[in-house]
């Protein structure tokens, strides 16, 4: 059959539907760890930074822990259209209830988003690669991920200036309301287009080797369930706080899942399913440092970074005064020293300077405002839409680098393109390492290019790694377990998200911020090479067992 110069039409309608269901995420995302730090009086939640940074680490780990019963339940029952449309219906509902104030609620919303994303994440991943699965299509994988990814980050880039208008204009409540009305546009979009991917979703039979789903549930998810419960209840902590340990001890009992499919795994599937393990191995380091976008870097950006625009360009701009720490509103900030840490005295009771906003504690002293002066800022979560910014600018250069490359017949392997982005999110680290001594280590404020030119090279990174992985995923995945594997490269993603969370908890205990930022350039760096001393062994294994 002679091969398309097209994509499948079903691409676009999924483009369009993950496009809106990630600006639904991210523009909760983007503004989550700023509304749990917000006072109260402001609608906030009011907790401590370390205590906040804990809560979006799990929950974003618990996020990508989901989609294993998800992409298990597509598998084998549901069918990958019906888990895409209970998982948005879900998450949808979640973020309105974001606007319901009341701890119970807020933990309930969570519940939903979790496991609204682990029935909507990795099917609709999984039905786009099934899209390709023609001959005329098999060769344009790839670059279909790379497409849809672009996608993904449509939405992650603009929702933050709706979050930030939303949240400033009306509340908290509106914007996390505007999330949830994104998730449904991306439902509905993809209702319209169903009829292009109904040939795609098709359960496969299972074979002898396979676990049934009763024995599943009895041995991996309720222990799962079992063990993250004990982890919490446990007197002290092993790893840190109560919901580090649930979440490692609940991530055990699937993750030896995992490995037991290697175990039970027939001949044909044996070297596959190892490579994949591998790699979903080496990429937690990944997520672990790129997620720090949501907590040490949107600390960076709002404590360190010189937000202060000439005048009041937009109605989403912060307008502070140096006395008020929200407008209209009297109220204490404790004292800070550079590193913007809570000092405390002899007693360990925290002490408190009546009218200094924290933004200006780093400010250049010429730039401090008298305190009646309003100062418009740019919105601290505008920052998170510079990575996805990123990604919609660069996508098409990346895309039409490897289609150069191959004309050539010079194009990387997959995993190469894994390793070498591993290599470049190392060095991205480095420039935030420069931003650290061009601010004197937060004596004063660090100009904002310093956290947008690291975002430009951890993005390049990140487009040679994330949609490789789940292109990868698609090609040696058994057809029967498509996206219970693309749960495991989920998986990966959720611990890597849980040790951002961690890593991010450190951030006060590193008075040099350049140690922290090498400590990820570090980590990032001994993944890379682990990646490129098995490169010929992944290659070999692609070469031979590629799901055409």
């Known amino acids: 059959?002679?091969?398309?110069?097209?994509?499948?039409?079903?691409?676009?309608?999924?483009?369009?539907?993950?496009?809106?269901?990630?600006?639904?995420?991210?523009?909760?995302?983007?503004?989550?760890?700023?509304?749990?730090?917000?006072?109260?009086?402001?609608?906030?939640?009011?907790?401590?930074?370390?205590?906040?940074?804990?809560?979006?680490?799990?929950?974003?780990?618990?996020?990508?822990?989901?989609p294993f019963l998800g992409g298990l339940l597509a598998d084998r029952k549901l069918g990958y259209r019906t888990s895409i449309t209970i998982g948005g219906i879900m998450m949808g509902v979640g973020y309105c209830l974001l606007a319901?104030?009341?701890?119970?609620?807020?933990?309930?919303?969570?519940?939903?988003?979790?496991?609204?994303?682990?029935?909507?994440?990795?099917?609709?991943?999984?039905?786009?690669?099934?899209?390709?699965?023609?001959?005329?299509?098999?060769?344009?994988?790839?670059?279909?991920?790379?497409?849809?990814?672009?996608?993904?980050?449509i939405g992650a880039f603009v929702c933050n200036f709706f979050a930030a208008y939303l949240r400033h204009n009306f509340g908290w409540g509106y914007a996390f309301m505007g999330a949830g009305i994104g998730m449904f546009v991306g439902v509905l979009i993809f209702w319209v287009g169903m009829k292009h991917y109904i040939h795609a979703d098709i359960i496969k039979p299972t074979k002898p080797e396979d676990d049934s789903l009763t024995k599943i549930f009895g041995v991996t998810i309720f222990p799962a369930l079992a063990a993250g419960v004990l982890g919490w209840l446990i007197p002290g902590n092993i790893f840190g706080t109560d919901s580090t340990d649930a979440f490692i001890f609940g991530a055990m009992p699937v993750a030896y899942f995992y490995f037991s499919l290697y175990k039970k795994a027939s001949t044909e599937?044996?070297?596959?399913?190892?490579?994949?393990?591998?790699?979903?191995?080496?990429?937690?380091?990944?997520?672990?440092?790129?997620?720090?976008?949501?907590?040490?870097?949107t600390t960076w950006a709002d404590k360190y970074t010189d937000r202060a625009l000439p005048t009041a360009i937009v109605s989403s701009a912060e307008k502070i005064k140096m006395a008020q720490y929200v407008e209209g509103k009297t109220d204490s900030v404790l004292v800070t020293d550079k590193q913007f840490r809570k000092i405390k005295d002899e007693k360990g009771n925290p002490i408190k300077e009546l009218g200094?906003?924290?933004?200006?504690?780093?400010?250049?002293?010429?730039?401090?405002?008298?305190?009646?002066?309003?100062?418009?800022?740019?919105?601290?979560?505008?920052?998170?839409?510079?990575?996805?910014?990123?990604?919609?600018?660069?996508?098409?250069?990346?895309?039409?680098?490897?289609?150069?490359?191959?004309?050539?017949?010079?194009?990387?392997?997959?995993?190469?393109?894994?390793?070498?982005?591993l290599f470049i999110s190392a060095l991205s680290t480095l420039v935030m390492v420069g931003a650290v001594y061009a601010c004197d280590n937060g004596e004063i404020k660090a100009s904002p290019w310093w956290l947008i030119s690291s975002y430009g090279v951890i993005t390049v990174g990140e487009l040679f790694l994330s949609p490789m992985g789940l292109s990868l995923v698609s090609k040696l995945s058994p057809p029967r377990l498509t996206a219970l594997m693309m749960g495991g490269w989920f998986l990966s993603t959720s611990i890597g998200n849980k040790l951002s969370g961690i890593l991010a908890t450190l951030w006060d205990n590193y008075d040099n911020k350049a140690l922290y930022f090498l400590v990820n350039f570090i980590l990032l760096i001994l993944a890379s090479f682990a990646i490129f001393m098995m490169l010929k062994w992944l290659r070999k294994v692609i070469s031979e067992h590629t799901n055409k």
Do not use: C
């Not at 191995?281 to 949501?294: S, T």
């Open 269 to 297: 599937d044996k070297q596959p399913i190892a490579a994949m393990l591998a790699i979903f191995a080496v990429v937690i380091v990944f997520w672990a440092v790129f997620k720090q976008n949501g907590t040490a870097l």
């Open 100 to 153: 319901v104030k009341g701890e119970f609620v807020f933990y309930i919303a969570l519940l939903l988003i979790i496991l609204g994303n682990g029935f909507f994440k990795p099917n609709i991943s999984t039905l786009l690669g099934n899209l390709y699965s023609e001959e005329q299509y098999r060769d344009k994988k790839d670059a279909g991920y790379n497409i849809f990814y672009m996608g993904i980050n």
């Open 356 to 421: 200094k906003n924290s933004y200006f504690k780093n400010e250049a002293p010429d730039k401090i405002p008298s305190e009646t002066e309003k100062v418009s800022l740019i919105s601290t979560e505008l920052f998170q839409s510079v990575n996805p910014g990123w990604v919609i600018l660069l996508t098409p250069l990346v895309v039409l680098f490897f289609g150069l490359l191959r004309r050539y017949n010079k194009e990387p392997s997959t995993p190469a393109k894994i390793g070498w982005g």
């Open 1 to 66: 059959m002679k091969t398309s110069t097209k994509h499948p039409k079903g691409l676009y309608f999924l483009f369009f539907a993950e496009m809106w269901e990630r600006f639904g995420y991210y523009l909760m995302i983007g503004i989550f760890l700023l509304y749990m730090t917000d006072d109260k009086t402001a609608g906030g939640l009011g907790l401590e930074l370390a205590n906040a940074s804990d809560i979006f680490g799990t929950f974003i780990a618990l996020v990508f822990l989901t």
